[in-house]
């Protein structure tokens, strides 16, 4: 059903599988008759696709909504109306709350229900505050519209695994995402297949804990990460593969093995560690060591000796001494990242962290992130610069800032600058790097056997 004459507009926060969710929900939005709108001011329907990660992220939401209660009001003047949802991570941690807090919000509605969107949007039109965070038994996959044809990026996001059994006890995502779920294999291949014929030749695997995968295959059996990588390596227009959050402890040896044997999977891993001392390890309850951590980065270096690792670090942990936040740089200094996420602990309410003695004071958080950071970002300026002069295989995915250049992604997941014709969008292609910045690279484009049509492309 389309020509409803109604627009949407969807506003992400958080990790990449709220991108993921994002884009499915306006794919279903759009099976429902509403059209994408450039901005909020015209949409008659806003969704707020939320984060509750840390407490920051969390209060964005807020000062979002006040915003949008603005808006809500000038178009209401117009005599328009329009409907405000919270969906995400805060909808699911919050619920209620939201509406007493921010009466503007029409719907509140949690990760594993937005395929209800078009009914519960139909509720919460002559409803007053509607709220939807159930966890159904049945899976919210299965009844979202197929992913459309409609798409045309080279890159895609397709989540096969959500929630986390594991508890860490600083972290939120297992009460807002529930119990550790894997997508049925068959479900995968299908996704994957309708991308790659919509022109999708990189796929990122998304998890909450997604080497934990071990969804269903039609042969009855449970199959890992690393064999669902395999198979899906052998869709021939997929020339890459990423996956990414994993967590140390299933870091399992067939998954280290394919780093060493697929060409497709993409020598780049992100393995978080969050400290580097034993016993806040223990207290965060995350089932592996210092230890166990580099002697796994080893094995993947072993099997894939040019792969480059990307970490989550948290400082200030409570109970965390100077000692103990001086062996999470000790860690970093050993193991060498390319790039990596850091932050300061934050107490989120109803995980165990939350009410534990000695919480570190903010000054303190902020010093050690500060020099966390300045260590972590020497060694992404270092790992750049040593590409400097190297040849890689790019794929260029959209318009850079400046006219005529365009941007794409190394195998290390650099942002790759290049002066190159748009005909290149979507294509991989050689290039030498001749520049690296603190956060990206400039590179000038080479001829590629992959493109005979390059020398006309570039006129
Ligand atoms: N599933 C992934 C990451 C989930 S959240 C994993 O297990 O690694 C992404 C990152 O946010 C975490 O890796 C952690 O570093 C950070 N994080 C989670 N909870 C946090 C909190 N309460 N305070 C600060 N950082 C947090
Ligand atoms: Fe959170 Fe830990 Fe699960 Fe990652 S593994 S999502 S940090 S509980
Ligand atoms: Fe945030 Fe939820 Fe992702 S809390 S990090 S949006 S799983």
Redesign the pocket.
Known sequence: MTGTGKRHFIKTFGCQMNVYDSERMAEALEMAGYAAADSPDVADLVVLNTCHIREKAAEKVYSELGRLNQIKQARAKGGLRTMIAVAGCVAQAEGREILARAPVVDLVVGPQSYHRLDDLLRRASTERGVIDVDFPEDDKFKHLPVRGAARRAPTAFLTVQEG?D???TF?V??YTRGVEYSRPVREILEEAERLAHAGACELTLLG??VNAYHGQGDDGEAWSLARLLRRLAEIPTIRRLRYT?S?PRDMGDDLIAVHGEEEKLMPYLHL?FQAGSDRILGAMNRKHTRNEYTELVRRIREARPDIALSTDIIVGFPGETDAEFAQTIELVEEVGFAQAYSFKYSARPGTPAETMDDQVPEDVKADRLRELQALLSAQQAAFNTSCVGRRFDVLFERHGRRPGQLVGRTPYLQAVHADAPDALIGRMIEVEISGAGPNSLEADILRSAESPDLARANG
Do not use: A
Request: aromatic letters at 8%; hydrophobic letters at 15%; a positive charge.
């Open positions: 986390c594991k508890f860490c972290c995502v297992p909450q804990n959050t967590h978080p």
